[in-house]
């Protein structure tokens, strides 16, 4: 039985390399620590300061081991419950007590959470350009790299910052000011495009390749109805955050005029977010995260959950989750029998550099690596090297400067 571990020092680590991340370590008096990601795009220092001031000071002193009750200290004792903060805060002090727990024992974390139900992971690489042409020739490097699955964004004419056209092809940091950029959106030139990209891509590259889509939270229910309908005849592998989830009834109008699969939840954080998209059947894909939903011991709750209902999981993975939620989201989907998809959108060589990682890309998927923990840790001297840069995301309006859902 392994002996007590208990928690003699807590810190956060705040770096730049490229773009912000937040990372909570724990370290044990036995010698064993653990890293877990607390990064919040846009909003990092609120996460600093609720793990300094709120978690790390009742941490000091706990049993490492007992990972579900310190999960419930800090999800009840909070008392105000949920939200995007305190999940993120929590995940991870619980990515850490995972990796603290099975680095003890000397296992990798997938084998400590049930074992393997596959040796790879699929996932999907994110190909985009300014018009239908170059994002075509994008998907084709990205197939031709092994990827079997990959999101298509395009530019949309009359646009000039549509969501999930990067300058760096490979690279996508829309968090790029200290202030949020402003930029416009119309609904009808993006529903006239959307469906004459995937036709394109279609007739170029057949039946085969999985194509996936972010609405990215745009339109009504009504034109994410239309939208989905239009795609039908191209095969999606799913249409992401049609639109916005607070509302779950809204789904009901989508899922009434299409088959078009359905994913949403990048932006959940507990299992209330997600409970009636899935029990109405209303979604197809979960794209919850370790990092979003409070670590791992909440997300294989909601997976659990959603099992019951044939939803499987689709984590978001985009760059501002940094490489130990990578290393988490992994062994997760390793173990996860309901798993579906994994985003993959790759990290610098800088950020690499500053969280050593086990897994590794091959042939269209990736591989945890069979280090103990969950594999990834944070090299501290190199993450001072990148110091913390304000950056926000930006925002959206309607041509006629209305609010919208960036
Ligand atoms: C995705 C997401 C990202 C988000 C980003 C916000 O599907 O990968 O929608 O592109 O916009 O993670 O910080
Ligand atoms: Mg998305």
Same mark, same amino acid.
């Given at each position: 039985?392994?002996?007590?571990?208990?928690?003699?020092a *807590?810190?956060?680590?705040?770096?730049s390399?490229?773009?912000?991340?937040? /990372?909570?370590k724990?370290?044990?008096?036995q010698?064993v620590?653990?890293v877990?990601?607390a990064?919040?795009?846009g909003?990092e220092?609120?996460?600093v300061?609720?793990?300094?001031?709120?978690?790390?000071?009742?941490?000091?002193?706990?049993?490492?081991?007992?990972?579900e009750?310190i999960?419930?200290?800090?999800?009840?004792? *909070?008392?105000?419950r949920?939200?995007?903060?305190?999940?993120?805060a929590?995940?991870?002090?619980?990515?850490?007590l995972?990796?603290?727990?099975?680095?003890?024992?000397?296992?990798?974390?997938?084998d400590?959470?049930?074992?393997?139900?596959?040796?790879?992971?699929?996932?999907?690489?994110?190909?985009?350009?300014?018009?239908?042409? =170059?994002?075509?020739?994008?998907?084709?490097?990205?197939?031709?790299?092994?990827?079997?699955?990959v999101?298509? +964004? /395009?530019?949309?004419?009359?646009?000039?910052?549509?969501?999930?056209?990067?300058?760096?092809?490979?690279?996508?940091?829309p968090? =790029?000011?200290s202030?949020?950029?402003e930029?416009?959106?119309? /609904?009808?030139?993006y529903?006239?495009?959307?469906?004459?990209?995937?036709?394109?891509?279609?007739v170029?590259?057949?039946?085969?390749?999985?194509?996936?889509?972010d609405?990215?939270?745009?339109? /009504?229910?009504?034109?994410?109805?239309?939208l989905g309908?239009?795609?039908?005849?191209?095969?999606l592998f799913w249409?992401?955050?049609?639109?916005?989830?607070?509302n779950?009834?809204a789904?009901?109008l989508?899922?009434?005029?299409?088959?078009?699969?359905?994913?949403?939840?990048e932006?959940?954080?507990s299992i209330?977010d997600?409970k009636?998209?899935?029990?109405?059947?209303l979604?197809?894909?979960l794209? *919850?995260?370790v990092?979003?939903?409070?670590g791992?011991?909440?997300?294989?709750?909601?997976?659990?959950?959603a099992?019951?209902? +044939?939803?499987?999981t689709?984590?978001?993975?985009?760059?501002?989750?940094?490489p130990?939620t990578?290393?988490?989201a992994?062994?997760?989907?390793?173990?996860?029998?309901?798993?579906?998809?994994?985003e993959?959108?790759?990290?610098?060589a800088?950020?690499?550099?500053?969280?050593?990682?086990a897994?590794?890309?091959?042939?269209?998927?990736?591989?945890?690596?069979?280090?103990?923990?969950?594999?990834?840790?944070i090299?501290?001297a190199?993450?001072?090297?990148?110091?913390?840069?304000?950056r926000?995301?930006?925002i959206?309006?309607?041509?006629?400067?209305t609010?919208w859902n960036?």
């Amino acid at each position: 039985m392994l002996p007590p571990l208990r928690i003699r020092a *807590a810190r956060v680590i705040v770096t730049s390399p490229g773009r912000n991340f937040v /990372t909570l370590k724990i370290e044990t008096d036995q010698g064993v620590h653990g890293v877990g990601d607390a990064t919040l795009n846009g909003r990092e220092k609120a996460v600093v300061a609720y793990l300094e001031d709120h978690v790390i000071p009742v941490l000091i002193g706990r049993d490492a081991r007992n990972i579900e009750d310190i999960w419930q200290y800090l999800y009840r004792g *909070a008392y105000w419950r949920r939200g995007p903060v305190t999940m993120r805060a929590i995940a991870a002090v619980d990515m850490a007590l995972w990796d603290i727990k099975a680095k003890a024992l000397g296992v990798p974390l997938y084998d400590l959470l049930g074992g393997a139900s596959r040796d790879r992971v699929r996932v999907y690489g994110h190909a985009n350009g300014a018009d239908i042409a =170059e994002t075509s020739d994008e998907v084709a490097r990205y197939l031709e790299a092994g990827y079997t699955a990959v999101r298509a +964004q /395009t530019g949309v004419p009359g646009l000039a910052k549509p969501y999930g056209v990067s300058k760096d092809k490979d690279f996508y940091e829309p968090a =790029e000011a200290s202030l949020p950029v402003e930029t416009v959106w119309s /609904t009808p030139a993006y529903l006239r495009q959307a469906p004459a990209l995937f036709e394109a891509l279609r007739v170029r590259f057949g039946a085969e390749p999985l194509l996936l889509h972010d609405v990215h939270h745009r339109l /009504t229910p009504q034109e994410a109805a239309r939208l989905g309908k239009s795609l039908e005849p191209f095969d999606l592998f799913w249409m992401e955050d049609p639109t916005p989830a607070e509302n779950p009834e809204a789904f009901r109008l989508i899922r009434a005029h299409t088959t078009t699969p359905l994913a949403v939840g990048e932006v959940f954080n507990s299992i209330w977010d997600a409970k009636d998209l899935i029990a109405n059947q209303l979604i197809d894909y979960l794209r *919850a995260t370790v990092l979003g939903c409070g670590g791992i011991t909440h997300l294989r709750r909601i997976a659990d959950f959603a099992s019951l209902w +044939q939803v499987r999981t689709g984590c978001h993975g985009a760059t501002d989750l940094s490489p130990i939620t990578m290393a988490c989201a992994l062994h997760f989907d390793r173990w996860v029998p309901n798993f579906g998809i994994q985003e993959y959108m790759r990290h610098t060589a800088e950020t690499d550099a500053v969280f050593p990682h086990a897994y590794h890309f091959e042939a269209g998927a990736l591989f945890t690596g069979e280090a103990i923990g969950h594999g990834a840790d944070i090299d501290e001297a190199l993450a001072a090297k990148y110091p913390y840069e304000p950056r926000q995301l930006p925002i959206a309006r309607l041509e006629d400067g209305t609010m919208w859902n960036w």
